[in-house]
């Protein structure tokens, strides 16, 4: 399998704190790769520098070969990868629609003069922009799809609004997903949605998917390697049942020396 | 799948309440009005407002008329592209008006004896709005990095120097002259500035000068309106909801508010030059703070964001001001505003009525204690007041400077009241004492009162509907 991310002896500091420390990892293609660890680890900060958000100050992240360290998000982004956030960051005042057609900016290249002066090219790039945005509402079955297209996205619910980041992630035709906690304050039934919903999200996607998630459920059921790390070090990596059995993981998770890890 | 299941399941996940959100949005008249609006088709709202403008110079020689159907229209242009940086791309920026006058001093170095240049106007069109952008972009690149009150205050500095510079730069030594230039004019100004010019009919009269600026408005709306449905406009709107966002999604943020900010600074370039050719004249004055202040108005009143707002937004902040010169008027405008304001604010209604007729029996005790008094004069509504509310007067003045602080300290005072009984209370002699404010003191006056007015309305207003008349209100979701 060829990797399609590879993070590369990444280190960040913030202040006097590193919090990702000499991090190397692979995602291959069409993997579906769990990121966990306690609250702190820095797996949200290696989403952060993945994406951009971030400079690192020292190591590389490589997408398909070619360095994306350093590069403005929306750089990032036309490379191909795409994320959704752990706190959402919906565009709330904006319609449904909306919100999925704005992540199209990096795909469609209308320039001013072909917008003011609607020409042919910029309608039929408009339409196509529409209907896959309607499509990848459509992923979702009923739930943000018809009449809730125009209404804006703050009248959705919590667990549409995490559907709605996703779709809105997809439109930016990226080839690695990057999902931060996608299942986050969301029930059993929705969270086993969840868990299927990035199954297909691979299988008929074609998506790579890297996730954060503490919901291990999730985690058992859908990746297929799994990443640990704990103070921005990687303290395990492998399939869930290795890495939950792995001492360091627990030790990370429940302290040494309790009754449990004896 | 059998019929009845089909039923049910389109239901599943969909909660009434929500489906319902526009239904509930539109029993506010002035929002249903804004919704209607904005469902008509697009060319028939320009071919509306086209025929509506067009009417007056071709029904009225009445220059004074026109005149301010062409302010109208040109603080339309104007706010158009103001509410495109502020409202679409939430970039508070106070500069604005400098670019305006950029536009207008351009236009004027280009076409009098100022410099002895005379270029053809579609050039000198032409090079206003390239100039705008070059201004545009100039000031953008650095502010970029700044985010809202900081971007502010930067824009601000911005137009503060433009008023200075204009206002002094009257002798400056260059290296290339022997004796001081005159670069701007100073406090004169430029004048006599060539009128504009194009497809080779001159513009001579205030009905041309009309013509030409709804054409320019016409034009400015529907390139704001196309802009708007766009991945660039989705693009603006996304960074004014969140920037960060925005950016991770592919968006160019910085890129895509440079372009607000330049696509701002030549619509008020190509309104500053428009408006110089107009006045034949351009001085520091017509490109100050007022102006900003008054464009800031109009956008918020209408609703950020609004394309129609804009349109009632300037018309509101234009005309008002001028149908209040007049005495009779504005008593009537006043009246009824009050009377207006008790019905929509006091509910349910009989209370409303009853607060009235409170104050009216509060003028017939006053008759009683002072049987003596003369009673103000008055015109129009206000006629008619003076004699149902009886206020009774000896030294008008006086009384009406008293009676205006004792309003001012009656409200203070409401405010502090948290019973609603107390409130109306207070009401009751607080209205009173304000009609007879309005009598003795303040319509005699219109040149101020109109201005405090004009600033009552806009408090009034802003606390009934944040959101401006067709802004939509934003949410936040914490």
């Known amino acids: 399998m060829t990797a399609i991310l590879e993070v590369d002896r990444l280190s960040h500091r913030f202040g006097g704190l590193r919090v990702v420390d000499d991090l190397t990892f692979e995602v291959g293609e069409g993997e579906i790769v769990g990121l966990i660890g306690p609250n702190g680890a820095g797996k949200t900060t290696v989403l952060n520098l993945i994406t951009g958000l971030y400079a690192p100050d020292q190591g590389d992240i490589r997408f398909e070969g070619e360095s994306v360290a350093g590069l403005a998000p929306h750089k990032v982004t036309e490379r191909g990868i795409a994320r959704t956030f752990q706190t959402l960051r919906l565009f709330l005042n904006m319609s449904v629609i909306d919100n999925v057609m704005s992540a199209a900016y990096c795909r469609t290249g209308a320039n001013l003069g072909q917008i003011i002066l609607r020409t042919p090219a910029f309608r039929r790039e408009e339409a196509a922009t529409r209907l896959r945005a309607e499509e990848l509402l459509g ?124 | ?85 502020a409202g679409f791309a939430g970039l508070l920026d106070l500069g604005y008006v400098a670019f305006y006058g950029i536009g207008g001093y351009t236009y004027a170095y280009l076409s009098s004896e100022f410099l002895g240049i005379h270029l053809p106007t579609p050039l000198t069109l032409i090079i206003v709005i390239a100039t705008g952008v070059l201004f545009g972009w100039l000031l953008g690149l650095p502010s970029m990095r700044l985010v809202g009150d900081y971007l502010a205050i930067a824009t601000l500095g911005f137009l503060l120097v433009f008023n200075q510079l204009t206002a002094s730069l009257t002798r400056v030594h260059l290296p290339w002259t022997d004796g001081p230039v005159d670069m701007t004019g100073g406090p004169n100004g430029i004048i006599n500035l060539d009128d504009l010019s194009l497809f080779g009919l001159t513009a001579t009269s205030i009905k041309h000068y009309v013509i030409i600026i709804v054409v320019m408005l016409l034009t400015v709306m529907t390139v704001v309106h196309n802009v708007d449905r766009s991945r660039i406009g989705r693009g603006w709107r996304a960074l004014r909801e969140n920037d960060l966002a925005a950016e991770t999604m592919g968006m160019p943020t910085k890129r895509l508010k440079l372009l607000a900010f330049v696509f701002g600074s030549s619509i008020a370039g190509l309104s500053g030059a428009v408006f110089a050719a107009w006045q034949g004249a351009v001085f520091p004055n017509n490109f100050a703070v007022p102006v900003l202040i008054t464009l800031y108005s109009i956008i918020v009143l209408g609703g950020l964001g609004s394309i129609p707002g ?78 149902i509310l009886i206020l009774p007067v000896e030294n008008a003045t006086l009384v009406g400077n008293v009676a205006f602080v004792a309003v001012l300290g009656l409200m203070f005072l409401s405010a502090y009241l948290t019973s ?50 067709f802004g939509r209100t934003r949410v936040e979701v914490l």
């Open chain 2, 420 to 469: 609603p009984t107390a409130k109306l209370l207070v009401l009751v002699p607080s209205l009173w004492l304000l009609a007879l404010a309005w009598q003795t003191r303040l319509s005699q006056d219109p040149s101020v009162t109109r201005l405090l007015l004009i600033g009552a309305t806009l408090v009034a207003l802003m606390n009934f509907r944040p959101a401006g008349l």
């Open chain 2, 310 to 387: 804009v349109l009632v937004g300037s018309f509101v902040l234009v005309v008002v001001p001028e149908l209040l010169r007049d005495v009779a008027l504005a008593s009537t405008l006043f009246y009824g505003a009050v009377v207006l304001t008790l019905i929509v604010a006091i509910k349910p209604l009989w209370r409303a009525g009853a607060v009235i007729l409170a104050v009216a029996a509060l003028g017939g005790l006053a008759r009683l204690a002072a049987p003596e008094a003369s009673l103000p004069p008055g015109e129009g509504l206000g006629a008619l007041v003076s004699h």
């Open chain 1, 139 to 262: 992923f979702f079955g009923e739930r943000i799809t018809g009449y809730r297209f125009t209404e804006p996205a703050y009248s959705l619910s919590y667990a549409n609004r995490r559907r709605l980041e996703i779709a809105r992630a997809l439109m930016c035709s990226p080839r690695l997903l990057l999902l931060d906690e996608p299942a986050a304050g969301m029930n059993p039934s929705e969270t086993s949605e969840v868990t299927e919903l990035i199954g297909r999200l691979r299988d008929e996607g074609g998506y790579t998917i890297l996730f954060i998630e503490h919901d291990m459920g999730v985690v058992a059921d859908i990746a297929d390697r799994v990443i640990a790390l704990d103070h921005g070090r990687m303290i395990a990596q492998g399939s869930y049942e290795e890495v939950v059995a792995d001492p360091s993981v627990i030790e990370a998770y429940l302290g040494r020396g309790t009754g449990i890890t004896r």
């Open chain 2, 1 to 85: 799948m059998n019929g009845e299941l089909k039923a049910s399941s389109d239901r599943l996940g969909r909660d009434e309440w929500v489906a319902e959100h526009t239904g509930r949005t539109r029993r506010d008249p002035v929002a249903a009005v804004g919704a209607a609006i904005e469902r008509v088709p697009f060319a028939l709202r320009l071919a509306v407002i086209a025929v509506g403008f067009a009417a007056f110079p071709l029904l009225t020689d009445n220059s004074y008329v026109l005149r301010i159907v062409g302010t109208v229209a040109l603080f339309a242009a104007l706010a158009l592209g103001l509410n495109l940086v």
